[in-house]
């Protein structure tokens, strides 16, 4: 390389935002750029990539009798509710078996899912006490490599108060928690964990984001290779395709803290909002899918939570003619109906794994290199029963998860099928190494 292209590389590995007023727009991997500011490698392919992980959550459970898959690899056959994942079976893992010990036993619902990333024993009555999940564990240990530590939203709001068990309904509304006391608040607002995601903020954070970096965006899309034009062009197409459907809710996000000042709570606490989200839920899961898409393929993040739906959900699917709403049809969860709603929440898992793997990232893609695990806290809504758990996962973590595989542990044993050690299993891929997380010591054997 020549005296002038070298001093191009250089300007440009600063270049890894494009800034405008009150906006700062990370992006993606293009191979123009070293990666992220660190060197470009001079032999072989580009890289290493970071490791991503992301945890989605649905509530009561899934309908046994579709949730399935037999034989792995190219031929692997999935039940009805997991046929959304057929495109990209061979970049996920269906792992059947697996329990959290101490949420087993302790009575249902809030004791069953306030640990479900954390596998640690809850306290009851009115001090909340159980143990930091497993992405914050990521988020103290890698989030300093990122603008954001971690990205935690939700689909649900939170609600309050105590369940007949007297634990309280918190554990019930989060899956992300910063230590033993305290959940990590929730954006529900996809407007809100846009500007987040942008930096976006100010008088003119109404006002369209690609418009304010474009000139940026044309200095730069002159300097880099043809290849990474088509990447560049197909970013920013993206962003501007979420950017015009946040924008549909961002006045009603503004009438909603209105409301919220004259009646006194703030907006996180008060009740669902008519006018302040998404009214089709189709659309508030898809823009959060998108949202962290986006934080992954920037690199803004690299872990993130979204809760689709809290336990005791009281969300409404009229879009898959159910007539009741989620925890309710969740007692029979050998329905139709029933089938339908855990054929959507795996659904979510198959738009996001697809968004990632059409994010080319050297050799590979964004999924490649990400890890996002899908689960539920309990099997059978009908019994309550959480003996064992739903859990998918998709993508190859950097090449070192094995993908494309049913994995049963159902009659490994007790010590040999605990959810924890999945999760130990995970931070030792992303270069976290602990002794032990929450009841597990050893990690998952075979995965």
């Avoid at 954390?118 to 009555?125: R, T």
């Avoid at 973590?397 to 010590?415: I, M, N, P």
Wanted: one cysteine or more; proline letters at 5%; glycine letters at 8%.
């Amino acid at each position: 390389m020549n005296t002038t292209r070298n001093a191009e590389a250089k300007h440009l590995s600063r270049r890894t935002f494009l800034h405008g007023v009150g906006v700062a727009m990370a992006l993606p991997w293009l191979e123009s750029i070293p990666v992220w500011g660190a060197p470009p490698a001079k032999d072989g392919p580009p890289g290493p990539f970071p490791k991503r992980f992301a945890a989605l959550f649905m509530g009561n459970g899934i309908n046994p009798k579709h949730w399935w898959a037999k034989v792995s690899g190219a031929e692997m056959e999935l039940g009805k509710s997991l046929e959304p994942m057929a495109p990209l079976k061979t970049k996920m893992n269906f792992i059947s078996g697996l329990f959290n010990k101490h949420a087993t036993g302790v009575g249902i619902h809030p004791g069953q899912t306030g640990n479900i990333l954390s596998g640690a024993s809850l306290q009851k009555g009115a001090v909340l006490k159980g143990g930091i999940s497993m992405d914050q564990v990521l988020a103290n240990h890698i989030g300093q490599e990122t603008v954001q530590p971690s990205m935690v939203l939700g689909c649900e709001q939170p609600i309050t108060g105590y369940h007949e068990t007297n634990f309280s309904m918190a554990y019930s509304s989060h899956i992300s928690w910063q230590n033993a006391l305290s959940p990590v608040p929730m954006e529900v607002y996809p407007s809100l964990a846009f500007d987040s995601l942008f930096e976006n903020r100010g008088h003119r954070r109404t006002q369209s984001i690609l418009d304010r970096v474009k000139e940026q965006a044309a200095s730069l899309n002159r300097r880099v290779s043809s290849n990474d034009k088509a990447k560049l062009d197909e970013y920013l197409t993206s962003v501007r395709e979420v950017e015009k459907r946040i924008e549909q809710m961002r006045a009603t996000k503004e009438t909603a803290d209105e409301k919220a000042k004259d009646r006194g709570p703030s907006v996180f606490t008060m009740k669902r909002p008519d006018n302040g989200l998404p009214e089709d839920i189709r659309e508030h899961m898809r823009l959060m899918c998108d949202i962290i898409a986006l934080a992954f393929q920037t690199d803004k993040t690299r872990v993130a939570s979204l809760l689709l739906c809290r336990d005791l959900s009281g969300l409404f699917y009229p879009f898959l003619d159910v007539r009741t709403a989620h925890h309710p049809s969740s007692h029979d969860d050998q329905s139709d109906a029933y089938q339908r709603i855990s054929r959507y929440y795996c659904s979510q898992l198959a738009y996001l794994s697809a968004r990632l793997d059409a994010m080319p990232e050297g050799e590979g893609t964004v999924l490649d290199n990400s890890c996002l695990l899908w689960v539920s806290n309990m099997w059978s809504g009908t019994k309550h029963d959480n003996s064992k758990v739903p859990v998918l996962l998709a993508g190859g973590l950097g090449g070192t998860l094995e993908t494309g595989r049913v994995l049963d542990y159902a009659t490994a044993g007790d010590d040999n099928r605990k959810l924890c050690s999945l999760y130990l299993s995970i931070l030792d891929r992303m270069g976290v190494k602990l002794d032990r997380f929450g009841d597990a010591e050893g990690r998952l054997a075979g995965l």
